[in-house]
């Protein structure tokens, strides 16, 4: 189970991207996956212990952001105080960026440094309770076009998506000391192909539903501005007045 948490205020309600690739990818190993994104999921909010009694994960990974670290944190001690097996793996920015503080965590068992697509396989495989928090750490680059299209169906009321993120790029070779892309991607750029990313819009309208908001979601688009114009220029003429 792959677990997204929510801030009270927060009001972003569409399904986390990075989570939808992990779910492709372990499900395509043939593991079942269920995601439980608090910040997309409308209606009642049901608690982390009613996806745990319901669906009675092996594993349990929680994506982390610094924003919305106190409520991962609580939502680890909810895990704990239901189960003490359970393994827990800790990702997303704040864990590549905080690992020193998390490793500290007795309630956590792996930390996942960087690019979590390349080695969460290796881990779930043979995962268990650690004395002491593992740290993973990625240091190869992915290639984005090995990735297989999100699986947004691996969602809880996935049924209710609307607004569809796309990583049509990943990073960012910019030194602005404001934004936290630089030391999570190392400056390294990556693109996809526009094509492909159109392809991949065309798989979510059949597969999903027929009318989706599309939201861009890359560190930095225009890092290449003819790609990117390339892309909006395909987005136009085959999927903008399908939607």
């Known amino acids: 189970m792959l677990i997204n948490p929510k801030k009270e205020d927060a009001f972003f309600s569409i399904p986390h991207n990075g989570l939808a690739m992990l779910a492709a990818i372990i499900n395509k190993a043939g593991y079942e996956v269920l995601v439980t994104d608090y910040l997309f999921m409308r209606g009642e909010q049901k608690s982390v212990a009613y996806f745990i009694d319901t669906f009675k994960p092996d594993i349990i990974g929680v994506s982390m952001y610094t924003n919305n670290a106190r409520e991962c944190e609580n939502i680890i001690k909810s895990i704990r105080k239901i189960s003490n097996e359970v393994p827990i793996i800790a990702g997303g920015p704040h864990a590549t960026l905080y690992y020193e503080i998390l490793k500290n965590d007795s309630n956590i068992d792996y930390i996942f440094r960087g690019e979590a697509e390349l080695t969460i396989l290796n881990v779930i495989k043979s995962a268990k309770r650690q004395k002491n928090a593992q740290i993973i750490e990625t240091v190869e680059m992915l290639d984005l076009s090995d990735l297989p299209y999100p699986d947004f169906k691996a969602f809880y009321r996935w049924e209710d998506i609307r607004g569809y993120p796309i990583m049509t790029s990943r990073g960012c070779p910019n030194l602005c000391t404001f934004c936290a892309v630089r030391p999570l ?9 526009p094509e492909e990313c159109i392809k991949e819009l065309e798989y979510a309208k059949q597969n999903l539903s027929h009318h989706l908001v599309v939201y861009v979601l890359d560190d930095n688009p225009t890092v290449n ?6 892309f909006l220029r395909f987005y136009s003429k085959k999927i903008g007045n399908q939607l």
């Open 225 to 230: 501005k003819e790609r990117f114009k390339q």
């Open 185 to 193: 991607a190392f400056r390294r750029w990556r693109a996809r192909d």
